[in-house]
């Protein structure tokens, strides 16, 4: 018992690593391999443990990390927050900088879009229909079916509509104040 859920709770805290996040980089396929060499290898590190005591063989150990790797992002928050941040100013024709102050200073994405010549709604535009080209490429790759992609994107546009209009941190779970995000109202 006390064996399976540790294999659990291991299995459990990879996938919320694997899983977390809703902002996809583009990357070309050498890219994209040598990121998930390195995921593989960081999951690898993780489930070591459970190797040694014998919880996990390794060949068992390198099947869940081949699979985890191969579909999950695997980057940090700061990383998809700077992502983000440089789609929405550069859209808007600023500099990131720019933009983390006037989120530091309280404003919304909305209120910076309409600042600098643009709407909300453009910008939620402009964002879910880079996810959506991400997403047509994973489709195109065989990583997602359509429904899949489908309700990922029905979800990015939820999130993205809130996050643009201040009902959610700019730089998504974890962005707290403090931390570089916006302060809480």
């Not at 294999?7 to 996938?15: F, S």
């Not at 941040?85 to 994405?109: C, K, M, Q, Y």
């Amino acid at each position: 018992m006390r064996q399976t859920l540790k294999i659990g709770v291991t299995v459990l805290a990879v996938a919320a690593l694997a899983m977390s996040g809703v902002a996809l980089a583009q990357t070309d396929d050498t890219e994209q391999t040598a990121r998930e060499e390195a995921a593989v290898a960081r999951i690898g590190e993780m489930l070591a443990p459970l190797v040694d005591d014998g919880t996990l063989t390794e060949a068992q150990a390198e099947a869940v990390a081949e699979t985890l790797a191969s579909n999950g992002p695997f980057r940090p928050r700061h990383h998809r927050r700077a992502i983000i941040g440089g789609e929405v100013a550069e859209f808007l024709g600023i500099d990131t900088e720019t933009l983390r102050d006037e989120l530091r200073s309280g404003s919304t994405l909305a209120e910076v879009a309409a600042a600098n010549g643009s709407s909300a709604e453009a910008l939620v535009d402009h964002l879910v229909g880079n996810a959506q080209e991400r997403l047509d490429g994973k489709v195109a790759e065989g990583t997602l079916t359509q429904e899949e992609a489908d309700d990922k994107l029905a979800e990015i546009t939820e999130r993205v509509t809130a996050m643009v209009d201040g009902e959610l941190p700019a730089g998504g779970p974890g962005f707290r104040p403090g931390a570089g995000g916006p302060p809480r109202a």
